[in-house]
């Protein structure tokens, strides 16, 4: 495998991965995502040889209907937003290490939950990175079928 790094990168740094592989009938102006900017967000970038090929955000949210007691969830929440792989280098492994350094960061943080809306062609991926389905699939507008998945860390 060519070298890799995974790096802090700005929200805007994120953009143009996001567009071309998550919402390609959207313009560049549109791939500011709601809580891009908070204090608790972050953004990683995986670069192979300095190319920035893989992206993830992460956000201090509770999962919609979490049913943990609030003294448990209280600033341990945290959602996954944006992962994506550049096409030609996915089924490489370099998204379960954009995701491991996600779940070590947040381990880091005392977070007890990471959640996401995944593409349901995804959730395999995530399935086989501990994280569990939650109900049944639904649609996001101009995106397509997703489910709720949680993993508890």
């Known amino acids: 495998m060519k070298k890799y790094s995974i790096l802090s990168i700005s929200s805007s740094d994120t953009h143009s991965l996001r567009q071309k592989i998550l919402r390609p009938n959207q313009p ?5 995502f709601p809580h891009d900017n908070d204090k608790e967000t972050f953004h990683l970038g995986l670069f192979i040889d300095e190319r920035l090929s893989g992206i993830a955000s992460v956000y201090k949210e509770d999962m919609p209907d979490n049913t943990e007691s609030t003294e448990n969830k209280e600033n341990s929440s945290y959602r996954l937003r944006g992962m994506a792989i550049d096409d030609n280098l996915r089924g490489k492994g370099l998204g379960k290490l954009l995701l491991y ?9 005392n977070a007890k939950l990471l959640w996401c809306n995944a593409r349901t062609h995804a959730a395999g991926f995530y399935k086989a990175s501990g994280f569990e389905i939650i ?3 639904f649609d996001l507008k101009e995106i397509g079928p997703h489910y709720l998945m949680k993993l508890v860390l």
């Open 101 to 109: 350094k996600i779940i070590l960061d947040l381990r880091e943080k």
């Open 135 to 137: 109900g049944d699939s």
């Open 28 to 32: 560049l102006s549109e791939m500011d």
